[in-house]
């Protein structure tokens, strides 16, 4: 009872923190099931998103401006990883490697160091929720709200021309080619949005807990990848709808397990162990019955 107890308080803060992080789960989304391009670039992506904010905001300016910095960041690192795939001809996840290994560098050179604090200056919940800003629940409306409105307009988005011409390359390079698609335009697209979205979720992180670090990005990946897997078993994927809801119940849910299994005993230094023979059993599950992995490899 006294660890179940521990939960229950617990649940607000992993519910602010899961929807903060469903924000980089939907930008892996994008490149895995959309595209069929298994980028890594989001390891990267969500600390540059994290650490641009801070230095922006840092430097004097408004949270909206260093939050759209942030974003902006993020697209630009996924257009790198799309360009050095396609003109380089590197392999997809070679790709994702060498970008998010570059940012570790050109973070702290944003930085000029390997963390800011932000305490001292204003950000999105204190300019959105003004004197209610300390309260979580108020946060976790305001990052409800942004969610839905992130999954709207990327519900909008796939259903234009744009949107359709990204999930028609993911379908098939050949048939996309064939039907006359510009298979390198549409994955720059691509990467660019799910790499935006990743950097966003980065920037509210370091807005959300006062501080910006070059580490931040650690273990992101595989986090969201686990999110958007789970949220595809509970939620289905069979439509763009459910597609996009997803990585964001998925998340929800994933750390609600994650602060459980810790109320209940679990060591801290286990959870990436955990979360990796998950993440693998996860993928196993098509095999095991009979039906090919959703994403493949382009060289």
């Known amino acids: 009872m006294e660890a179940l107890g521990a939960f229950v308080h617990l649940v607000p803060v992993t519910l602010l ?30 600390p540059l998103g994290a650490c641009v904010c801070a230095a922006v905001l840092a430097a004097g300016a408004h949270p909206i401006v260093a939050t759209a910095a942030a974003v902006a960041a993020g697209f630009a690192a996924g257009c790198a990883t799309a360009l050095v795939h396609q ?11 060498l970008v998010l290994t570059a940012l570790y560098s050109i973070n702290i050179r944003v930085m000029g160091q390997p963390n800011i604090p932000l305490f001292g200056f204003a950000n999105v ?12 629940w108020r946060r976790i409306a305001l990052l409800g709200a942004l969610a839905a409105c992130a999954c709207l307009a990327l519900w909008w988005l796939l259903r234009t021309e ?12 050949a048939m996309a080619r064939a039907q006359g698609v510009d298979v390198g335009l549409y994955t720059l697209w691509g990467l660019g949005i799910g790499n935006a979205f990743a950097a966003l979720g980065g920037s509210l992180l370091a807005q959300n807990q006062g501080f910006a670090d070059v580490n931040l990005g650690f273990g992101v990946l595989i986090n969201g990848l686990a999110a958007v897997i789970l949220g595809e078993a509970i939620v289905g994927a069979q439509t763009v709808a459910r597609l996009l809801a997803a990585p964001v119940v998925g998340a929800i849910v994933y750390y609600q397990v994650v602060s459980m299994a810790l109320a209940f005993g679990l060591q801290p230094s286990d959870l990436k162990l955990v979360t990796a023979v998950f993440v693998l059993v996860m993928l196993l599950l098509p095999a095991v019955r009979g039906r090919s992995l959703p994403v493949r490899m382009r060289e």
Do not use: W
């Open 125 to 136: 919940f204190e300019l959105a929720l003004g004197a209610g800003k300390d309260d979580t």
């Open 162 to 173: 744009i949107g359709t011409a990204m999930r028609a390359v993911g379908a098939s390079l």
């Open 17 to 46: 923190q899961s929807l903060i992080y469903a924000f980089a789960a939907l930008g892996i989304m994008i490149p895995f099931r959309v595209l069929a391009f298994p980028d890594l670039t989001s390891e990267g992506s969500f």
């Open 87 to 97: 003109h380089a001809r590197v392999n997809t996840l070679l790709c994702g490697i």
